[in-house]
């Protein structure tokens, strides 16, 4: 009996006891299912987390300085002096210095409003640019102007579009709105990337509580080189600290490369535990072959007495197993994608999150591949039991 003969009978076999087939292929279905999602479901992280980096820099080096004890500190002309002696590593440095100061426009608060002291680098550092009026250049920093640039939302939101040249207050302290930032979110809101504001570090370090600089963001020329920079940069500050715990150097790249090995490996395990199901649906799938070897046992001698060879028994039954159970993996894909497209939606809507759960070719071929590959490895028994089966006793069979 030839392959396509094999096939053509099993789809006859299958299509004769729909219900039955329907409840056999469920196992295969609800596991090939799970396993797209969960899997859509990770990839769909991990470009959100790659997204989100990318926002802040995967190039980039942030340095926090604790000092030892009250009597140590590093200054920004150190840092400036590491940053021209790497040069061929390092390409900018920005001194940072955030302020829990709350602004002020007129007698209205600003509670959720971030204020940063940054150098002038720091906007082509992060990709900023400026919409209206400049940004904070080396002037400002040296002179220590009371000048800043504001986000796109405090711009709308509280000067109707007209905000350089007026100004706002930082605690009790005034500055004069030199520039405003183009719009970085596609929605601005209270809290989000557009409600900021930028004044020169200089400034920023005179007006926090420690008078110092403990925070420096160092971008690199080549985002390979992130490991090697980071050793630089902590060997430097060995020789003034000579103590590990006086800094820490966080490189976004190899943080990204965390994040992400820590969601395959979730994703993984979660896969794992749903294709579970799969050895369920092949559990069943076999039981069911069984079943059906039991009907056709009558069948069965009569093709062995007309002269078919045990090979062809076999494959008779190991192909309808395949069958069976691929048909269920390609209804588990066709329903993975469609709950992938549901869960993006709810996702979106309930968490404002732009994630979206996207299935990769390779879960899919995967899937197929699993599910055949379930269907010969669960239908082996029953054709084994089918094909040695004595005609004589076959034929006997009520």
């Given at each position: 009996?030839?392959f396509?003969?094999?096939?053509?009978?099993?789809l006859?076999?299958?299509?004769?006891?729909?219900?039955?087939?329907?409840?056999?292929?469920l196992?295969?279905?609800?596991?090939?299912?799970?396993?797209?999602?969960?899997?859509?479901l990770g990839?769909?992280m991990?470009?959100?987390?790659t997204d989100?980096?990318?926002?802040m820099g995967?190039?980039?080096l942030t340095?926090?300085?604790?000092?030892?004890?009250?009597?140590?500190?590093?200054?920004?002309?150190?840092?400036?002096?590491?940053?021209?002696?790497?040069?061929e590593?390092?390409?900018?440095?920005s001194?940072?210095?955030?302020?829990?100061?709350?602004?002020?426009?007129?007698?209205?608060?600003?509670?959720?409003?971030?204020?940063?002291?940054?150098?002038?680098?720091y906007?082509n550092?992060?990709?900023?640019t400026?919409s209206?009026g400049?940004?904070?250049?080396?002037v400002?920093?040296?002179g220590r102007?009371?000048?800043c640039?504001?986000?796109?939302?405090?711009n709308?939101?509280?000067?109707?579009?007209?905000?350089?040249?007026?100004?706002?207050?930082?605690?009790a302290y005034?500055?004069?709105?030199?520039?405003?930032?183009?719009?970085?979110?596609?929605d601005?809101?209270?809290?989000?990337t557009?409600d900021?504001?930028?004044?020169p570090?200089?400034?920023?370090a005179?007006?926090?509580?420690?008078?110092t600089?403990?925070s420096?963001?160092?971008?690199?020329?080549?985002?390979?080189?992130?490991?090697?920079?980071?050793?630089?940069?902590?060997n430097?500050?060995?020789?003034?600290?000579?103590?590990d715990d006086?800094?820490?150097?966080?490189?976004?790249s190899e943080l990204l490369?965390?994040?992400?090995?820590m969601?395959?490996?979730?994703?993984?395990?979660?896969a794992?535990?749903?294709?579970i199901?799969?050895v369920?649906?092949?559990?069943?799938?076999?039981?069911?072959?069984?079943?059906?070897?039991?009907?056709?046992?009558?069948?069965?001698?009569?093709?062995k007495?007309?002269?078919?060879?045990?090979?062809?028994?076999?494959?008779?039954?190991?192909?309808?197993?395949a069958t069976?159970s691929?048909?269920?993996?390609i209804?588990?894909?066709?329903l993975?994608?469609v709950?992938?497209?549901v869960?993006?939606?709810?996702?979106?809507?309930?968490?404002?999150?732009?994630?979206?759960?996207?299935?990769?070719?390779?879960?899919?071929l995967?899937?197929v591949?699993?599910?055949?590959g379930?269907?010969?490895?669960?239908?082996?028994?029953?054709?084994?039991?089918?094909?040695?089966l004595?005609?004589?006793?076959?034929?006997?069979?009520?």
């Open positions: 009996m030839r396509f003969e094999s096939f053509e009978l099993a006859k076999n299958i299509w004769g006891s729909k219900m039955r087939t329907f409840l056999t292929m196992g295969i279905i609800i596991g090939v299912t799970a396993v797209i999602v969960i899997v859509g990839n769909g991990e470009k959100y987390m989100s980096f990318a926002e995967t190039n980039t340095v926090s300085i604790k000092g030892r004890g009250s009597s140590r500190s590093v200054s920004e002309k150190q840092m400036y002096a590491l940053l021209d002696k790497y040069s590593y390092f390409d900018q440095l001194p940072t210095v955030s302020l829990s100061y709350t602004a002020k426009v007129g007698t209205e608060s600003l509670d959720s409003t971030t204020t940063t002291g940054v150098s002038e680098a906007f550092m992060k990709g900023y400026v209206q400049r940004g904070i250049q080396y400002d920093v040296s102007k009371d000048v640039v504001i986000g796109a939302y405090i709308q939101t509280y000067y109707n579009g007209n905000a350089v040249g007026q100004t706002i207050k930082v605690g005034k500055f004069t709105i030199i520039g405003v930032m183009s719009q970085e979110a596609d601005m809101e209270e809290g989000g557009d900021c504001i930028y004044i570090y200089s400034v920023a005179r007006l926090s509580y420690t008078g600089i403990s420096y963001v160092f971008t690199l020329r080549d985002e390979d080189q992130a490991e090697t920079g980071k050793t630089l940069i902590e430097e500050l060995y020789q003034i600290f000579n103590d006086a800094y820490t150097v966080t490189s976004m490369d965390t994040m992400t090995s969601i395959n490996m979730v994703i993984t395990i979660l794992a535990i749903a294709a199901s799969l369920v649906g092949g559990i069943g799938i076999m039981n069911i072959m069984l079943v059906s070897v039991t009907e056709r046992t009558r069948e069965i001698g009569i093709r007495a007309l002269g078919a060879k045990e090979r062809y028994i076999m494959q008779q039954f190991v192909i309808e197993a069976t691929a048909l269920g993996g209804f588990g894909i066709l993975g994608y709950l992938s497209t869960a993006t939606v709810v996702i979106t809507n309930l968490t404002s999150t732009a994630l979206t759960v996207s299935p990769s070719a390779n879960s899919i995967l899937a591949g699993v599910s055949v379930i269907g010969v490895i669960f239908g082996y028994l029953p054709a084994k039991k089918a094909a040695r004595n005609p004589i006793d076959a034929l006997h069979y009520e």
